[in-house]
């Protein structure tokens, strides 16, 4: 088969273990994203079979229909609100997804970022290169209150850590995260205004749905503290549409530290926080490290091999097989 490897930036794929399980197959590696997609069907006019890291390409349905030879998608972990499911499966095309990512690294970033924030690292790091020395002054974490606003496989992470910081740990979410934050003895907190106004640091540990996309909204980070700093190491479309901008040039929260973008990848420094010096931006790191690469690109890989055997894993719309 011919396979299609897209938004590789750091042409990490032929580096990886599972690489070579395609030996006996053609393989395309791109490094780029292409958005239109008009582009995105010349791209892959070739191709048998694509794998897609995360939501990095959009695959919608003026993709699909435009699809003559492709037979398979072979997405990294389950989540597919960035396809057309649909539409592949009119087309006949099958949609695989397995897997699922290392929760400690996005965790571990979501800390970088805060202390990133709190103590000036970037600026720091920037101003003595240029020969100054301590042009700010940072903020502990100890004492402070620790808002996790979905308590999970990441959210229960920092709400650990936050805890051996020497912090209060406040939680909120559905019933069912917040019964797993009690049993594990964090606080609840009251209602919903009452976590984002306690608050000194809300992190956000979502994923992207229908049920949560807009989920934060503007009056909720207006309620918070001007000293307080949102993170979102989640998906950008959990907050509100413009509203996370608008809070921060409010100064209510006074600090933002941010890893995901509405559109990406960002490039040319096109985004408003970009040029905002109370946020901290990161280009989508959450995951970006060798070991979660080989877990997912290494369930991308079998997916494929399995469809090239007769015998598809994971598929998302079976539906599609009676169809092949």
């Not at 970088?112 to 700010?136: C, D, M």
């Not at 000194?200 to 309620?223: F, K, Q």
């Not at 040039?249 to 973008?261: H, S």
Request: glycine fraction near 10%; aromatic fraction near 6%.
């Amino acid at each position: 088969m011919k396979i299609a490897v897209l938004d590789d930036y750091q042409d990490v794929f032929r580096k990886l273990g599972c690489y070579s399980k395609l030996e006996d197959h053609e393989v395309m590696v791109h490094h780029d994203t292409v958005k239109d997609p008009l582009a995105l069907a010349a791209r892959l006019k070739d191709a048998d079979a694509v794998i897609l890291l995360q939501q990095r390409t959009r695959f919608p349905r003026a993709a699909a229909e435009r699809m003559q030879r492709l037979k398979l998608i072979s997405q990294t972990g389950r989540n597919v609100y960035h396809i057309d499911v649909a539409a592949c499966t009119e087309k006949g095309i099958v949609v695989s997804g397995g897997g699922s990512g290392l929760p400690n690294h996005t965790a571990e970033l979501t800390w970088g970022l805060i202390f990133s924030a709190l103590r000036h690292i970037p600026e720091e790091v920037q101003r003595l290169k240029a020969g100054k020395w301590q042009t700010t002054i940072g903020t502990t974490v100890v004492g402070k209150t620790l808002g996790v606003y979905a308590y999970g496989r990441i959210g229960s992470i920092v709400a650990n850590v936050g805890r051996a910081f020497g912090m209060r740990v406040v939680c909120w979410g559905r019933e069912g995260s917040t019964a797993r934050a009690k049993a594990d003895g964090f606080e609840i907190a009251p209602g919903r205004e009452a976590f984002f106004e306690t608050a000194d640091i809300v992190s956000l540990h979502l994923p992207l749905n229908e049920e949560t996309r807009g989920i934060i909204r503007h009056s909720d980070l207006a309620r918070m503290k001007p000293a307080a700093l949102i993170v979102n190491t989640s998906r950008a479309p959990i907050v509100e549409e413009g509203a996370l901008v608008r809070a921060l040039k409010e100064g209510r929260p006074g600090q933002g530290a941010v890893d995901v973008y509405e559109d990406e990848p960002v490039l040319g420094g096109n985004h408003p926080l970009l040029k905002m010096d109370n946020v901290v931006c990161t280009p989508h790191l959450g995951y970006v490290d060798r070991d979660t690469y080989e877990k997912y690109y290494g369930v991308a890989v079998e997916q494929v091999l399995a469809f090239a055997a007769g015998k598809p894993v994971n598929v998302l719309n079976p539906e599609v097989m009676g169809k092949k």
